[in-house]
């Protein structure tokens, strides 16, 4: 059964059943009428589908790392900051990266260990490359810091890279240090650093804020503003966040009186607002972290060009603003912050953090319409030089590009076709490669140059051409057109030389200017004569010329000569400066003469080709030729001398310059020998006072000047004579010595251990020499605290003769140290006798000698017996004093030897003043007699002292010969003992032993003596 009226479901049947029907006939041939708009519109859309998929940005970064490194110095901070990262580049192609604001101070960057090059740009500085893959980009700048008291903040520039993992290092302890933006950080404090571990989002700039945490009310963290425009009036929204450290109250200074206070609340609460000092103060209680909030309005300067504003701010470290205006705004900072900006809903609104500071100035202009950024504008301003060569017109045409708008990396120029292109050069930037295309002028010929990267700024070309000459007379030079400039300008240098020369003929939508008005860089690289200079400011000037034979006239100048005449012994060398002024015409070549005698050292002057010298019967010419014809000042420096020998009359040479118009000059006479010197005879010329030489002749010598003269003209000739007193000089001491320190340990076993200080100065001597005895042993020589090994010169002669120490020496006038330790074998000490020491004698002049002398304590010792004085007599010292005095000096420079110091000794100390230009050698003798030796020596003296009382007395008979014997070969055995046994000296011995002779003799020839009565000897 079919329901009456038909369904919803029964209508769709039908009509897709109609449908397949319409597309089964379909299928048979037919044609479609469509709108010529949605053809179009459909080829596009077929057109960007069969394109090859395209990359959707040529370039990725990836996370990177940032190292800061602030030094904190007593007067300012300095941060340098390292960052790391990773691009990567998916074609090869050009591909500009972003990688700094612009204004960074970059020390260097470099890609996979390669140092580049960035390229500005106005998204700020770029990396150009086309090489795809992965590379490592590694950049060091640095960024100044602000600090006011005890606040301190500091502005990073970072690449915008997903995500940033900082390190910051500051070398000072304690200290609070805060960053913005920053997601998580930790904070790290030892005695010297303060460092911290952050990760930061991805931003354009990271600011960074610390102080000392203590001795301060309270601290601001950070502040957060939000400022939207409302008419002409900008509402602005502040969050003030800080710690307060003290339990009292304190009235915060926050805005000045100036702005529109709308609402003030501290912690969500009414804050109580007074106005203290033209400002407006809250008042906030309780330690802890408080924020405040608050709305007040700045009224938008629109009057002025361009608008701007001023946003009132707490003085808080960290700032962050976010700027919304009405429309779409190209907004600049003061100071200049990169700013983060967006467009939307026809507005434009930027994000930036601010350097801490009371206030904050925006400006802005309307935005530029993206696609007319794309255009490119530009000046050019062309220089050109020419001049003929030989057959040829050659051209130098320099040409400055400045780019108001757009960039590119080429630029067409054209040219006559006639012309030869030479070279093309390029500075900033330079030229990768340059070719010739048709033009659609038949008449001119097209230069394009390509580019080593787009010119956007400001670029510089030389183009080198030249164009052949023929037979006509008249020739149009051929100028530069640079294609697609909104304005050119240029000028035009016709130069000539002593060969050729150009006539102008035809000047249209030229206008003759002076060479003055060629830019100085230009101007200063011409080395030929400007003739012509003309100016042009349209872009057809015409320039026709006539070659013609050039007018040469004969130059007047004027010369200035200082000459300095030094004497020596055998020669007199002189110097001159020459200054030569040309006052009409050019010089190509000079002429100066000096006497026969004379020998030229030296000349150079500019642009010098070469100089020739002649000898003639009374002068020697010497002729300079340049390489250009001169104009202006020359400067000519010659060195010359002269044979004196030993004349007494010296006349005193000076260059004399021919044909000039006016000669003038000062002479200055110094003495490099020990001459006097007395002006013999003057010929047109007067004394001058040393004080009016001029400064550069001055600074010639060291030393003093003697005489000076001066003369204002050359005819007639003028004539110095001086009279010459050679004196013989006198050979001083090129070195000394200011004191020399000896120190002697003489020890029981027979050796004598001896160190010697020498603090010398020297200024030429090689070596130090000391006569030695060949038996002594040199354990260590030190030259100014270092090591050397010194050399011996032996003698030849006779065992007793001596040998001769070299020590290498260093050369200073301050003085210096040379530390000598060595040892000579002695006799050993036995029960007495003659201990005697030497020192060695140096080569140089000493000053000061101090001697101290250390002997075994165990001995008794006798009268000392030395040339040099006594200064302190016989001193016993025991172990702590004699560990004091033997240690410090013998383990000075001795490094590996080992001296065992007795424990006790007898200190002796002598002194010189200039001991070693005494006739002997400083020595010194003492006798010493242990308890054995003394004991012995008494029992001899009580046995001699009784044998001369027997003699005297009568006891021995003097007749009898037995008796007699007995008593002479007692005096003998006691002289032999005495003598070579017991080792005393020879003098008491001899004494004693002469007066028992002298008795013996008289008692032996019954001689009478007043005093010497027998019967009162036996009563």
């Not at 050019?380 to 130098?396: F, P, Q, R, S, T």
């Not at 008449?443 to 670029?459: A, C, E, P, Q, Y």
């Not at 009784?946 to 037995?962: A, D, E, H, K, Q």
Request: aromatic content about 6%.
């Amino acid at each position: 059964m079919f329901p009456r009226k038909p369904t919803l479901l029964s209508v769709l049947i039908i009509f897709v059943g109609f449908n397949q029907i319409l597309a089964q006939e379909s299928n048979e041939e037919g044609t479609v009428e469509l709108p010529l708009s949605s053809y179009n519109q459909m080829l596009q859309t077929v057109q960007i589908a069969s394109r090859p998929h395209a990359t959707p940005a040529p370039y990725a970064l990836s996370s990177g790392t940032m190292t800061v490194d602030i030094s904190a110095t007593k007067s300012a901070y300095h941060a340098t900051v390292t960052t790391t990262f990773t691009a990567r580049i998916f074609e090869d192609e050009w591909v500009l990266v972003p990688v700094l604001p612009l204004g960074t101070a970059v020390e260097s960057a470099t890609v996979d260990g390669q140092v580049v090059a960035l390229v500005q740009h106005p998204g700020g500085l770029m990396w150009n490359t086309n090489k795809k893959g992965q590379h490592s980009l590694n950049l060091t700048y640095r960024q100044p810091v602000q600090s006011v008291n005890d606040n301190s903040s500091l502005t990073i520039p970072s690449p915008l890279l997903p995500a940033i993992q900082l390190r910051l290092r500051l070398n000072k302890a304690n200290q609070d240090i805060q960053i913005m933006p920053a997601i998580s950080r930790t904070t790290k404090f030892d005695p010297h650093m303060t460092e911290v571990n952050a990760s930061i989002p991805t931003t354009s700039t990271i600011q960074v804020h610390w102080q000392n945490p203590g001795g301060r009310q309270y601290r601001f963290t950070q502040a957060k503003y939000i400022a939207e425009q409302e008419g002409n009036q900008l509402k602005i929204r502040g969050e003030i966040y800080l710690h307060l450290n003290d339990k009292q109250s304190l009235d915060l200074p926050l805005l000045p009186d100036s702005v529109t206070l709308n609402k003030v609340t501290v912690d969500g609460r009414a804050a109580l607002v007074d106005v203290v000092d033209g400002k407006f103060t809250a008042e906030i209680k309780g330690v802890g972290d408080h924020r405040v909030d608050l709305v007040y309005q700045v009224l938008i300067r629109s009057d002025q060009d361009p608008p701007n504003i001023e946003i009132a701010l707490v003085e808080v470290p960290i700032s962050e603003i976010k700027l919304t205006l009405n429309g779409h705004k190209d907004i600049k900072s003061n100071p200049n912050t990169t700013l983060a900006g967006t467009f939307e809903k026809d507005k434009t609104s930027v994000t930036l953090f601010t350097p801490m500071s009371n206030v904050a100035a925006f400006s802005w202009t309307e935005a530029v319409p993206e696609n007319l950024t794309q255009e490119f504008r530009a000046n050019a301003h062309a220089v050109h030089a020419v001049h003929v060569d030989e057959g040829v017109l050659m051209i130098n045409a320099w040409l400055d590009i400045e780019v108001t708008r757009g960039e590119s990396s080429t630029l067409d120029i054209l040219l006559p076709r006639e012309t030869l292109i030479n070279d093309v050069v390029g500075s900033q930037p330079s030229v990768s490669e340059w070719t010739l295309m048709e033009s659609n002028d038949p008449k001119k010929i097209k230069l394009r140059v390509f580019l080593n990267r787009k010119l956007s700024d400001r670029g510089s070309l030389k183009l080198i051409y030249e164009l052949p000459l023929s037979e006509n007379d008249q020739v149009n030079v051929p100028l530069v057109q640079v294609l697609g400039m909104n304005r050119q300008r240029g000028m035009i240098a016709l130069l000539s030389n002593r060969v050729s020369a150009m006539t102008p003929t035809v000047e249209t939508n030229l206008s003759a200017v002076g060479e003055n008005q060629i830019p100085a860089a230009i101007r200063e690289s011409i080395e030929m004569v400007i003739a012509h200079t003309y100016k042009y400011t349209q872009e057809t000037p015409v320039l026709s010329v006539e070659l013609a034979e050039p007018e040469w006239v004969q130059a007047k100048f004027n010369i200035s000569a200082d000459t300095l005449v030094s004497l020596g012994d055998v020669s007199l060398h002189g110097s001159s400066s020459i200054d030569c002024h040309i006052k009409s015409g050019q010089v190509e070549s000079l002429k100066f003469k000096l006497p026969k005698e004379a020998t030229l050292l030296h000349l150079s002057a500019p642009s010098l080709r070469d100089y020739k010298t002649e000898l003639n019967e009374t002068d020697l010419l010497v002729t300079l030729t340049f390489t250009q014809a001169l104009k202006g000042q020359i400067r000519i420096d010659m060195d010359y001398e002269q044979i004196t020998d030993n004349q007494q009359h010296l006349l005193i040479p000076s260059p004399i310059c021919l044909n000039a118009d006016i000669q003038q000059g000062r002479v200055a006479v110094e003495a490099l020998s020990a001459v006097e010197v007395q002006t013999s005879k003057m010929v047109n010329l007067t004394a001058l006072d040393l004080h009016e030489l001029p400064q550069q002749l001055i600074l010639k010598t060291t030393n003093p000047i003697l005489a000076a003269y001066k003369y204002v003209r050359v005819v007639p000739a003028t004539q110095l004579v001086l009279s010459v007193k050679r004196h013989q000089q006198l050979d001083v001491h090129s070195a000394s010595i200011d004191q020399c320190h000896y120190t002697t340990l003489v020890t029981s076993d027979g050796l004598s251990v001896n160190h010697a200080v020498f603090k010398m100065r020297n200024r030429s001597e090689q070596f130090l020499r000391l006569a030695i005895p060949k038996e002594l042993e040199i354990w260590s020589v030190f030259v100014a605290d270092q090591a050397v090994k010194p050399a011996i010169i032996e003698s030849n002669a006779t065992a007793g003769s001596e040998n001769e120490l070299l020590i290498k020496i260093i050369h200073s006038s301050n003085p210096f140290d040379i530390d000598i330790v060595y040892a000579l074998p002695i006799d050993k000490l036995d029960r007495l006798g003659l201990i005697s020491e030497k020192l060695p004698q140096p080569d140089i002049n000493v000053t000061q000698t101090y001697w101290d002398l250390y002997l075994p304590s165990q001995m008794r010792y006798g009268r000392v017996d030395s040339n040099m004085e006594l200064s302190q007599e016989a001193r016993i010292l025991h172990e702590q004093d004699m560990h004091k005095a033997l240690n410090a000096t013998f383990a000075q420079n001795t490094d590996a030897l080992q001296l065992n110091v007795p424990r006790t000794g007898v200190h002796f100390q002598l002194h010189k003043l200039y001991a070693n230009r005494a006739e002997k050698a400083p020595y010194f003798q003492v006798t010493y007699l242990t308890g054995t030796g003394s004991g012995t020596s008494q029992i001899l003296n009580l046995l001699a002292i009784i044998t001369l009382w027997l003699t005297i007395t009568g006891r021995f008979n003097i007749r009898s010969r037995p008796i007699h014997i007995s008593t002479i070969t007692a005096c003998i055995l006691y002289l032999c003992l005495t003598i070579l046994v017991l080792k005393v000296r020879l003098a008491p011995a001899l004494g004693l032993a002469a007066i028992l002779a002298i008795f013996t003799l008289l008692r032996r020839f019954e001689i009478k003596l007043p005093w010497l009565n027998r019967s009162k000897w036996h009563s």
